[in-house]
């Protein structure tokens, strides 16, 4: 099992950037994909980045903007976001695929306003 910890949201003008953290309870090194996920109001949760032991990948509309890291050491994925638009205010989320579970964090306010 795995708990999940989301951090670094907050408030942020447009164009600004803030940084997520996504700090697991245990090792990362052995989970297959870490993803981010957002979820607005009104509207599906939705694919941001998700990044494996070899690769990373993005949603089309977001890339460019975002990047998805992570740190075994410290077991914690990160996801930059830069040049922030209103219409990326959301609830972030992180979740682990490990095996045939799934674990999720409790997501991470991001506000984008001015």
């Known amino acids: 099992q795995v708990q999940l910890v989301e951090s670094g949201g907050g408030l942020v003008q447009p164009g600004g950037s803030l940084r997520l953290s996504c700090a697991a309870s245990r090792s990362i090194s052995s989970i297959a994909a870490m993803t981010w996920y957002r979820q607005a109001p009104g509207k599906q949760r939705e694919w941001v980045a998700q990044i494996t032991s070899g690769s990373t990948s993005y949603s089309d509309s977001l890339k460019g903007r975002f990047t998805i890291s992570r740190d075994n050491a410290k077991n914690t994925v990160y996801l930059q976001m830069n040049s922030l638009k209103s219409e990326d205010t959301a609830v972030y989320y992180c979740?682990?695929?490990?095996?045939?579970?799934?674990?999720w964090g409790q997501g991470t306010q991001v506000t984008v306003s001015s």
């Open positions: 979740r682990a695929d490990d095996g045939p579970r799934v674990y």
